[in-house]
């Protein structure tokens, strides 16, 4: 597939992400979800405006992938809330989690 194909399809991208998720300045969970507008997800996260996340401190985006559909985005984030998933996120972002810059 040609570049050019995928011109203008950031716009019709969904998302799965994981946020780092903060209370009294400890890391306390992660939190795993999809979405069509990512800036505005995290935006609502950290402002306290989903129910979800809205008990912790500070919530920070870790890691994100794009989809090119709603339903490959859903299954990815299904299978990140697996025991496999997790252990391939924690190895995919080793060195953030280990402080290494």
Same mark, same amino acid.
């Given at each position: 597939?040609? %570049? ?16 780092? #998720?903060? #209370?009294?300045? @400890?890391?306390?969970? %992660?939190? /795993?979800g999809?979405?069509? !507008?990512? +800036? @505005?997800?995290? *935006?609502?996260? +950290?402002?306290? *405006?989903? &129910?979800?996340?809205? @008990? %912790?401190?500070?919530? &920070?985006? /870790? $890691? $994100?992938?794009? #989809?090119?559909? =709603? ?6 984030? !299904? *299978?990140? @809330?697996?025991g496999?998933?997790?252990? $391939? %996120? &924690? =190895?995919? /972002?080793? !060195?953030?989690?280990?402080g290494?810059?």
């Amino acid at each position: 597939m040609r %570049f050019s194909a995928f011109v203008g399809a950031a716009e019709k991208m969904f998302y799965v992400y994981i946020l780092e #998720c903060f #209370c009294d300045n @400890k890391a306390n969970s %992660f939190y /795993v979800g999809y979405t069509h !507008n990512l +800036q @505005k997800r995290v *935006q609502k996260h +950290q402002n306290r *405006q989903a &129910k979800t996340t809205k @008990k %912790f401190d500070k919530i &920070k985006l /870790v $890691y $994100y992938e794009a #989809c090119l559909n =709603k339903t490959d985005a859903r299954k990815r984030e !299904n *299978q990140l @809330k697996t025991g496999f998933g997790r252990g $391939y %996120f &924690k =190895k995919r /972002v080793a !060195n953030y989690l280990s402080g290494v810059s």
